[in-house]
C-alpha cells in the first residue's frame, strides 16, 4: 500500500483528512522560530529550481500593493528579486525582521479564491546586477 494513501486512510479515519500533513504540497512559507544570526532566504519554484540569499546583503525591500496582485521588490547588493502574488503585505512585514526561510511559488491555475487572503506568492523573478 501507498504510503501516502495509508496516511490519508488514517486521517480520513480520524476525521481529520484535512490535517498539516495533507498540506505538505500547499503554497508555504516557512520562517525561522527565533532571532540567529546566519539567515538565509530561499526562493523556490514549482518546476524544483531553489535559489538563497543571505539576509545581511539585503539592502533595500518595496511593498507595492498594486491592484489585483501585490509586489514585493528585494534589493539584494549582486540581485534584484520581485516577488508577485496576493496578500503580501505579511510577507513584507515578516521580511522586515528576517524571518521567512523559504518562499515558495506555486502555479497561478493551483490558487483558489479563499487562498487569496493569505499570502500566495505565484510568481518569482531573479535578475543580477550589473556591475
Not at 504510503?3 to 480520513?12: A, E, P, V
Not at 540569499?53 to 501585490?70: I, K, M, Q, R, S
Not at 521580511?95 to 487569496?116: G, N, S
Request: some cysteine; proline content about 3%; overall charge negative.
Amino acid at each position: 500500500m501507498d504510503q501516502g494513501f495509508k496516511l490519508r486512510y488514517d486521517q480520513m479515519r480520524e476525521s481529520n483528512p484535512t490535517g498539516s500533513e495533507a498540506l505538505s504540497g500547499s503554497v508555504e512559507v516557512q520562517q525561522y522560530q527565533q532571532s540567529g544570526y546566519a539567515r538565509n532566504i530561499c526562493f523556490a519554484w514549482p518546476g524544483g529550481r531553489r535559489m538563497f540569499f543571505n539576509y545581511a546583503y539585503l539592502v533595500a525591500a518595496e511593498f507595492d500593493p498594486g491592484h489585483e496582485t501585490n509586489m514585493v521588490k528585494l534589493f539584494f547588493s549582486s540581485h534584484t528579486v520581485l516577488v508577485k502574488g496576493y496578500s503580501l503585505d505579511s510577507l513584507f512585514m515578516a521580511l522586515l525582521d528576517h524571518f521567512p526561510r523559504l518562499v515558495k511559488a506555486t502555479d497561478l491555475r493551483y490558487v483558489l479564491a479563499e487562498d487569496k487572503t493569505e499570502a500566495v506568492v505565484i510568481e518569482i523573478h531573479v535578475e543580477k546586477k550589473e556591475v
